[in-house]
Every structure is written in structure tokens, then in C-alpha cells.
């Protein structure tokens, strides 16, 4: 016989051996250069014992590179020259909880001591939320501000809300929560301020234009320089500061002070407080600072 010609049938998809990445392991050494170069770019602060919860929030990048080792991602993270993966890397450890009227105690502030004044000189109002996660927070703070300000014109209402995670802006500009999620919302507030939205299976619910226009998303990092101009008459920094060290609370708290107004105010997470780094600022009640 000549010429005798084979086909070589490629094994099916299914029998082909898929990489297990999930017997990946983090070395100490190199949970410490995480470690390191998250605290230099973020401010965030990685505590001992974190080794696990950075191992499992990392192992979505090695699968989406196909990086079989934490030595090659980090090679992979410092070779690129556009700092997209340090971006991605700092995104995927950041902790992005948060809730519709979070605190509440704040918002109560807001409507019996600080919008009462604001409502009867009808002058507008500049606030940020700094460390917006994924946009509940700054939703809150406009629904309130629509319903205690009716008078006011809506274009001097500004807020302006950052974060550091570009995965956590895309939800908050896309701005459509379940059910669940809503479960806070006073009801005149969910029936005023949301639309049903269809999602295959899931019912979602979307944000109404008249709030989200009073809202500007930017990412921002904290640490690095601040393109916008003060006064701002509030800021919501709550829940961010936990994840810094004193000296990194310190200096920022310091540059709140600098781009806040005389007697305007800065809330922070309930379970955090000024104490070291309160020069400057007047305590009210938990959480609730105003700059002198
Ligand atoms: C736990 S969430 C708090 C959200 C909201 N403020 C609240 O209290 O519900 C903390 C947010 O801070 C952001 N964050 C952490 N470090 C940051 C930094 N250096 N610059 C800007 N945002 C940062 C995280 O991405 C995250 O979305």
C-alpha cells in the first residue's frame, strides 16, 4: 500500500485536561509584594491573615491571563507599561460593601440639622461621596436631598461620587439594583425613583433620570491628587478609611479639612472616628465632624 494517510483526530474539548487552578498557592513572599504595592498605590492596608481572601480574588485574573503562578501574574502586573493590570489587580482586592441608606443615622442628620438651613436660604449644596462603591450611597443622598429640598433648583444640588474601582463605577453609572437591594428605600422614595427593568430572569430596578443627573461618577484614588475644586459643604467618606493605616487617615482627613467649607461637615463609617486626626474638625456625634 502507498501513501498510506492518517487524520489525527484532535481530542474533544471534553476529555481535554483543563488547567486546575484552584491548587494554586500564594507564597508568603509574594502575598507581601501584593501587600506592598497595594498599600503604595491604594493606601489600603492588607492585615496579616489576608493571605486567603487575596489568593481566591486573584485567581479570576490568573484564569483570565491563563497564568498558571502568582510569580508570573505579578511579572505580568509590573511589565505593563500601562499600569491597566496594577488598576485591575488594586480593583479586584478592594472590599466594595455598601447599602441604600447605609447609617441611616446620617441621613436623619442630614434632614433635621443641615437641610433645614439649606432649604430656607435656597442656596444649592456641593457634596461628595469619596469611596462610592457601586453608587447606593450617592443615590441615597440625592433622593434625600430631592425630597427635603423640593424648591431648590436641581442643578445646584451637586454631588459628586468617586471610587477607585473601575468595576464598581460601571454598576453605579449603570445605576439597576434587584429587589433585595431596595429593601431600605422608603416607599414614596422606590415608587417615585425607580423603573422596572427586565433582565432575563432577573427583575431588576432602574434609577430615575431626575436623580441620576445630579450625580457625577469619576474614578478617583484618594491617594493621589484631586483634580476637582472645593468647597464642598459635605463629604461622606464612610467605610473607606478602615482599610488605612493612622498616618494614611491622618493626611486625608487633613486634605477633607482643606476642601471642605467653614462649618461644613464630614461623615465617616460609624465604626470609625477622628480621635488622632480630628485637628481642625468638631465632633457632633458619632461620625459626625464639622470643620472649624
Ligand atoms: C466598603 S466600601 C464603602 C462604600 C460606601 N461609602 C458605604 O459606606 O456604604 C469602600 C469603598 O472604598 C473604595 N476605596 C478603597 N480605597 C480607595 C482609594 N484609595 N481611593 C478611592 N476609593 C477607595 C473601595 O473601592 C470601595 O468601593
Same mark, same amino acid.
Given at each position: 500500500?502507498?501513501?498510506?494517510?492518517f487524520?489525527?483526530?484532535?481530542?474533544?474539548? !471534553?476529555?481535554? /485536561?483543563k488547567?486546575?487552578?484552584s /491548587?494554586?498557592?500564594?507564597?508568603?513572599?509574594? $502575598?507581601q509584594?501584593i501587600?506592598r504595592?497595594?498599600y503604595q498605590f491604594?493606601g489600603?492596608c492588607? /492585615?496579616?491573615g489576608?493571605?486567603e481572601?487575596?489568593?481566591s480574588r486573584?485567581l479570576?485574573?490568573?484564569?483570565?491571563l491563563?497564568?498558571?503562578?502568582?510569580r508570573d501574574?505579578?511579572?505580568?502586573?509590573f511589565?505593563?507599561?500601562t499600569?491597566?493590570?496594577?488598576?485591575t489587580m488594586?480593583?479586584?482586592?478592594?472590599?466594595?460593601?455598601t !447599602?441604600f $441608606?447605609r447609617?441611616?443615622?446620617?441621613f436623619?442628620y442630614?434632614r433635621?440639622?443641615?437641610?433645614?438651613?439649606v432649604?430656607?436660604s435656597g442656596?444649592?449644596?456641593?457634596l461628595?461621596?469619596?469611596?462610592?462603591?457601586?453608587?447606593e450611597e450617592?443615590?441615597?443622598?440625592?433622593?434625600l436631598?430631592?425630597e427635603e429640598?423640593?424648591?431648590?433648583?436641581?442643578?445646584?444640588?451637586?454631588i459628586?461620587?468617586?471610587d477607585? !474601582?473601575?468595576?464598581m463605577l460601571?454598576?453605579?453609572?449603570a445605576?439597576?439594583?434587584d429587589?433585595q437591594?431596595?429593601a431600605?428605600?422608603p416607599p414614596?422614595c422606590?415608587?417615585?425613583y425607580f423603573?422596572p427593568?427586565s433582565?432575563?430572569?432577573?427583575q431588576?430596578?432602574r434609577?430615575?433620570?431626575?436623580?441620576?443627573r445630579?450625580?457625577?461618577?469619576?474614578?478617583?484614588n484618594l491617594?493621589?491628587?484631586?483634580?476637582?475644586?472645593?468647597?464642598?459643604d459635605?463629604?461622606?467618606c464612610r467605610?473607606v478609611?478602615?482599610?488605612?493605616?493612622?498616618?494614611? /487617615?491622618q493626611k486625608?482627613?487633613?486634605?477633607?479639612w482643606?476642601?471642605?467649607?467653614p462649618?461644613?461637615?464630614? $461623615?465617616v463609617g460609624?465604626?470609625?472616628s477622628?480621635?488622632a486626626? !480630628?485637628?481642625?474638625?468638631r465632633?457632633?456625634?458619632?461620625?459626625?465632624?464639622v470643620k472649624?
Open positions: 500500500m502507498v501513501g498510506a494517510s487524520i489525527v483526530h484532535p481530542e474533544p474539548a !471534553s476529555r481535554v /485536561q488547567y486546575d487552578f /491548587q494554586i498557592r500564594l507564597s508568603r513572599a509574594d $502575598f509584594k501587600s504595592v497595594l491604594s489600603i492588607l /492585615q496579616p489576608k493571605e481572601l487575596v489568593r486573584l479570576k485574573r490568573l484564569r483570565a491563563d497564568l498558571h503562578n502568582f501574574y505579578l511579572k505580568h502586573v511589565d505593563d507599561k499600569a491597566q493590570e496594577l488598576r488594586i480593583d479586584c482586592l478592594t472590599t466594595n460593601k !447599602s $441608606f447609617e441611616n443615622k446620617h436623619n442630614m433635621t440639622r443641615i437641610l433645614p438651613e432649604r430656607n442656596k444649592g449644596m456641593r461628595w461621596s469619596a469611596g462610592c462603591s457601586s453608587g450617592p443615590y441615597s443622598i440625592a433622593m436631598l430631592k429640598l423640593p424648591t431648590v433648583d436641581p442643578t445646584r444640588l451637586k459628586l461620587a468617586t477607585i !474601582s473601575d468595576t460601571a454598576k453605579a453609572r445605576a439597576e439594583y429587589r437591594s431596595l431600605e428605600i414614596n422606590f415608587v417615585k423603573t427593568v433582565s432575563g430572569s432577573n431588576l430596578y434609577v430615575d433620570e431626575s436623580i441620576k445630579m450625580i457625577r461618577f469619576a474614578r478617583l491617594m493621589a491628587d484631586w483634580p476637582m475644586k472645593g468647597p464642598f459635605l463629604i461622606f467605610n478609611m478602615i482599610y488605612f493605616d493612622n498616618y494614611t /487617615q486625608l482627613v487633613r486634605r477633607f482643606d476642601i471642605l467649607a462649618g461644613g461637615h464630614l $461623615f460609624h465604626s470609625e477622628l480621635v486626626s !480630628s485637628a481642625g474638625f465632633y457632633v456625634e458619632p461620625a459626625t465632624y472649624i
